[in-house]
C-alpha cells in the first residue's frame, strides 16, 4: 500500500473513533510512526544531493566507471590530452553536475575530477590541490552555517572519493599511500582497484589482500561501513559481512553494450571473451553500485557531516578562538562570527514560524488527549 | 660446352653462377661460421625497463622460454624503495639446436615508481655509458683479448603502461634521452586490458607522440641498409609498440597446451596473434633482428660513443690499471 495512503487511513482512524477495530484496541497509536513516511514524502518533493570526487592518474577508466555507474555520458566531448601537451599543467578541479530522476525522486549528482594527478614525472603533493578544494568546500559551508539566511545553503561538500589505484602494480605505491594520508581526514575515501579485467580472479585476492595489509600498516583511515544493526536478519548481515571482505572492490566500467549469453548487457568483447560489468564473478562493479547508491550513500553523507565537516569546524573555531586570545581579547567558547543584525522581515517570519509550530504542537496534544478519553 | 646447353658439370650453385667452371665452395663459409658462432656461443644483454608491476620480469621469461629473470613479488613490508633506480644484472647461458647464448637480463627495479621521479633515468643512462666505456677501454689496449667481453646493452625494452589515452611524460622524457646510445623497443605491457580498437587506437596515438618527439625506436630508419630492410622493418615499424601480455603458466585450449592467462571470461593465449602481440614480438627480437641489434649497437651506438670519447678529450686518456699497458692513441 502506498506510504501516504496508509498515513491517511491511520489519521482517519484517529480522529474517527467509532471505527474501531480490535488492533486498536490492543495498540494506543499515536501516530508518529508514520513519521519516515513524512519525511519520505518531504525528501522527494525536496530532492537530494551528493557530490562525488573521483581521483587517480590519467586511464585508469575513472569517467568510464562513473558513466557506468550512473548510465549518464558525462565527458561526451572530452578531448585527451597528450604527453606534451599535460607537461605544464597542474592538478585540475573541474565540476560536472547532472540531475538525475528516477521514479519520482530527484537526485542532483555531482562529480568532483582531478585531472593531473599523479600524471607529471614529479609528482610532489600533487594532491594538494585537491585537499584545498575540500577545504574550501567545507569553509563556505561553515560561512553559510553560521550566517543568518539558512534556507538555501548549497552542500558542496565532498560526500565521497573513489581513489583509483592501478591493477599494474604489486599493490600501494607512494603516490597512493601519500594521498590517502592527506585526505582520509577530510572525506570518505573508498579505494578501487581500476581496470580490474586485466588480472586473474587469484591476483585480485593477493592485490586486494595486499593493499588491505598496507592500509593497516600505513595507517589509513578509509570509509568503514557501518555495523548491522543486531536487529537486521541474517541475510543481510551476511550480505554486509561480505561487502566488507570484498574491498577493496576490483571495478571494470564499460558504456558500450555487448552480446553475451544471449542478452545484451554493458560489456567488453575481448577476442578471448566477453567480460560484463554488472556480472558479479566478473567483478565488484555490483557491489560498489550497491553500497554507493543503494545502501550507503546517506551514510556517507552524515559521515561527511558528523565527522569530516565537524573535524574542520572544530579545528577552524580552535584556530579562531586562539587567534582572538593572542590578541589579548576576550576568549569566547562560542565563535563570533561577524553576524548583521536581522531585519524586520525576516523576524516576522520566524515569529510566524514560532506561532505555527504553537499551534501543531497544539493539534497533537489536542489529538492525544482525544484519544486517551476515548480509551477510558 | 655449346651456348645452348645447360652445365653437365655438378654445380652446387643455386640458378646463377652457371659460368662457374666447377664447384668451389664459397658457400661453404656459411656453414663453417655457423659452427664456429655454435662453438663460441655469443652473448646478448636486454635491459628492460618500467614502472614495478608491468610484467617486465614475466616477459622475459616467456620470451626466452627460461627462467631468467626472478619476478619480483613488489616491495615488501620492511623493503623500502631504492631512492635511485637500482641496475642488476643477471646472466644465464640457454642451449638451443646446439647454438650456445649467455644472455644477461638487466633489470631496473625503482625506475618510475616514486613520487618524484625527476631524473630516474640518469642510473640508467650511467650504466649504458659504463659498458660502452668498459669496451672501450678494452678495444685500446695494446694486447687485446681475443673476444672482447660484451656487456654492451644491446637492446632496451621500455615497458609503456595501457592507460589508453598516450605517453606519459616519463615515457617522452625517457625515450628521448635514451634513444640515441641504445636500442628502444617500446612494448604496450599488460594489454589484455585493451580491447582490440582500444588497442589500435592507443598505439597510434602512441606513434604519433614518439613522432612528435623525434624519438626513433629500434629499428631505426636512418640505418636501413637497403631496400629490402627498409621494405621489413617499414613493417614492423608499422605494428610496434607491440602490445603484449606475458605467462608463465600452461593451460589446456582445443586439446593443446598453450601459455596464458585464465579468467572467468576466458584463457587469454600468449602466443595467439588474435590474442595479443607477444609472437611478433618474438620473431621480431629473437628469430630475425637478435643479430642486427648487436650490429646497430656495436656499429653506431658504440662508434658514437668512441667518437664523441676522442673528439671529447683530445685522445684518449692513458690506461691506468695494472694488467694493461699504456695506451699510445
Known amino acids: 500500500m502506498d506510504a501516504i495512503m496508509l498515513q491517511e487511513k491511520l489519521v482517519e482512524r484517529l480522529l474517527c473513533p467509532r471505527v474501531r477495530t480490535a488492533r486498536q484496541k490492543e495498540k494506543q497509536y499515536v501516530g508518529f510512526a508514520t513519521l519516515p513516511n513524512q519525511v519520505h514524502r518531504k525528501s522527494v518533493k525536496k530532492g537530494f544531493d551528493f557530490t562525488l570526487m573521483v581521483a587517480g592518474e590519467s586511464g585508469m577508466g575513472k569517467s568510464t566507471l562513473v558513466n557506468s555507474l550512473f ?64 577545504d574550501q568546500q567545507f569553509e563556505q559551508y561553515f560561512r553559510d552555517e553560521s550566517g543568518l539566511n539558512r534556507k538555501n545553503i548549497q552542500d558542496n561538500r565532498v560526500h565521497c572519493c573513489l581513489y583509483f589505484i592501478p591493477p599494474f602494480g604489486h599493490g600501494l605505491r607512494p603516490v597512493d599511500v601519500e594521498f590517502m ?42 570509509y568503514q561501513f557501518p555495523e548491522c544493526d543486531s536487529d537486521e536478519d541474517e541475510e543481510f548481515k551476511q550480505l554486509d559481512k561480505e561487502l566488507k571482505e570484498c574491498t577493496p572492490f576490483a571495478v571494470i566500467g564499460s558504456n558500450t553494450v555487448v552480446e553475451a549469453r544471449g542478452q545484451r548487457v554493458r560489456g567488453r568483447l575481448y577476442p578471448w571473451g566477453i567480460v560484463e560489468v554488472e556480472n558479479q564473478s566478473h567483478c565488484d562493479f555490483v557491489k560498489l553500485r550497491n553500497m554507493l547508491i543503494r545502501s550507503h550513500m546517506h551514510d556517507l553523507k552524515d559521515v561527511t557531516c558528523d565527522v569530516h565537516y565537524e573535524n574542520y569546524r572544530a579545528q577552524c573555531i580552535q584556530e579562531m578562538t586562539s587567534k582572538l586570545a593572542q590578541d589579548n581579547r576576550m576568549e569566547s567558547p562560542i565563535p563570533i562570527l561577524p553576524l548583521s543584525t536581522p531585519d524586520a522581515d525576516t523576524e516576522k517570519l520566524i515569529k510566524m514560524k514560532d506561532e505555527e509550530l504553537k499551534r501543531m504542537q497544539e493539534m497533537l496534544n489536542k489529538m492525544q488527549q482525544q484519544m486517551h478519553d476515548k480509551d477510558q | ?164 589515452h598516450s605517453l606519459r611524460q616519463l615515457d617522452v622524457e625517457f625515450m628521448k634521452r635514451l634513444s640515441h646510445s641504445v636500442n628502444i623497443i617500446p612494448v ?48 614492423i615499424r608499422e605494428m610496434m609498440p607491440f602490445a603484449v601480455v606475458g605467462s608463465d603458466k600452461e593451460y589446456q585450449v582445443n586439446g593443446k597446451r598453450v601459455l596464458g592467462r585464465k579468467t572467468p571470461w576466458g584463457i587469454i593465449e600468449v602466443e595467439n596473434p588474435n590474442h595479443c602481440e607477444f609472437a611478433q614480438l618474438r620473431d621480431f627480437l629473437i628469430r630475425s633482428h637478435l643479430q642486427d641489434l648487436k650490429e646497430v649497437t656495436h656499429n653506431i651506438h658504440y662508434e658514437t660513443y668512441r667518437a664523441k670519447r676522442l673528439n671529447d678529450n683530445g685522445g684518449l686518456h692513458p690506461i691506468t690499471s695494472n694488467d694493461t699497458q699504456e695506451s699510445n692513441l
Request: charged fraction near 35%.
Open chain 2, 188 to 235: 604496450i605491457a599488460k594489454s589484455d586490458t585493451m580491447t582490440v580498437e582500444e588497442r589500435q587506437e592507443f598505439k597510434q596515438r602512441v606513434r604519433k607522440e614518439l613522432e612528435m618527439n623525434g624519438i626513433e625506436f629500434y629499428p631505426q630508419k636512418e640505418f636501413d641498409d637497403d631496400i629490402e630492410d627498409k621494405s621489413d622493418n617499414d613493417k
Open chain 1, 71 to 134: 548510465l549518464t555520458d558525462l565527458y561526451k566531448d572530452r578531448k585527451l590530452l597528450n604527453a606534451e601537451e599535460r607537461i605544464n599543467q597542474t592538478v585540475e578541479i573541474i565540476k560536472h553536475t547532472v540531475d538525475i530522476e528516477e521514479k519520482g525522486v530527484k537526485l542532483k549528482l555531482t562529480i568532483v575530477d582531478t585531472p593531473g594527478f599523479g600524471d607529471a614525472v614529479n609528482n610532489n603533493e600533487c594532491w594538494k590541490p585537491i585537499t584545498d578544494y575540500i
Open chain 2, 1 to 164: 660446352l655449346s651456348a645452348g646447353q645447360p652445365s653437365r658439370k655438378r654445380s652446387h650453385s643455386s640458378g646463377g653462377g652457371s659460368t662457374l667452371l666447377g664447384y668451389i665452395g664459397i658457400d661453404t663459409i656459411i656453414e663453417q661460421m655457423r659452427k664456429k658462432t655454435m662453438k663460441t656461443g655469443f652473448d646478448f644483454n636486454i635491459m628492460v625497463v618500467g614502472p614495478s608491476g608491468l610484467g617486465k620480469s614475466t616477459l622475459v621469461n616467456t620470451l626466452f622460454k627460461s627462467q631468467v629473470s626472478r619476478k619480483s613479488a613488489g616491495w615488501s613490508r620492511d623493503e623500502k624503495i631504492p631512492k635511485t633506480v637500482e641496475i642488476k644484472s643477471v646472466s644465464h647461458v640457454i642451449e638451443e639446436g646446439g647454438v650456445k647464448m649467455k644472455l644477461t637480463v638487466v633489470d631496473t627495479p625503482g625506475f618510475g615508481d616514486q613520487i618524484n621521479n625527476d631524473n630516474c633515468w640518469e642510473p640508467i643512462s650511467k650504466y649504458i655509458n659504463e659498458q660502452f666505456e668498459k669496451f672501450l677501454k678494452e678495444e685500446v689496449n695494446i694486447t687485446r683479448k681475443k673476444r672482447i667481453p660484451d656487456t654492451r646493452v644491446h637492446c632496451c625494452v621500455y615497458f609503456i603502461p595501457p592507460t589508453g
Open chain 1, 181 to 222: 594520508k592527506a585526505l582520509h581526514e577530510k572525506v570518505n575515501i573508498i579505494p578501487l582497484i581500476a581496470k580490474a579485467d586485466c588480472l586473474t580472479p587469484n591476483e585480485i585476492k593477493k592485490l586486494k589482500d595486499r593493499i588491505r595489509e598496507e592500509i593497516d600498516k600505513f595507517g589509513i583511515k578509509v
